[in-house]
């Protein structure tokens, strides 16, 4: 495949361009008579549920690490309005887009359960027992009249 019909996001995966979907806005903000006349904003959209591009288990991975980010018909939509020019933008956000999506399929490394070592859980009942004894001194002091 040529290099301008695929995104590379990793060594595993490379999506096609003709499955992300562009759509040039008018961006807000400051900018004068340029921003309400120019549309320099840049939306990417790329459908997660439908893409033949990438497996059930990293579809899963995006799912569930960018939900707050696709809608409910499994859509993603990213935006940038940073720059004054439209082609700029187009390539801010499809920069984004791949590192998002390169960063949504690590899978986090397991946490294994460590045990406490015998002379730590020593040294703290070693510790506890001498504060309790601390405090046992300071009671009341009766006096034998």
């Not at 921003?35 to 990438?54: A, D, G, M, Y």
Request: zero cysteines.
């Amino acid at each position: 495949m040529a290099e301008d019909t695929v995104l590379q996001i990793n060594d595993a995966l490379w999506i096609p361009r003709a499955e992300l979907g562009y759509k040039a806005t008018r961006a807000g903000g400051p900018g004068g008579q340029h921003v309400n006349t120019s549309s320099s904003r840049v939306e990417l959209t790329w459908n997660v549920q439908n893409s033949p591009s990438i497996t059930d288990e990293q579809r899963a991975l995006i799912q569930a690490k960018l939900a707050n980010r696709i809608s409910g018909e499994g859509v993603l939509l990213i935006a940038a309005s940073d720059e004054r020019s439209q082609h700029q933008n187009k390539e801010l956000v499809t920069e984004r887009f791949a590192e998002l999506i390169r960063r949504a399929l690590i899978v986090p490394k397991a946490r294994r359960k460590t045990r406490m070592p015998r002379a730590a859980k020593e040294a703290r009942l070693k510790d506890k027992k001498q504060r309790s004894a601390t405090k046992r001194s300071r009671g009341a002091i009766r006096s034998d009249e």
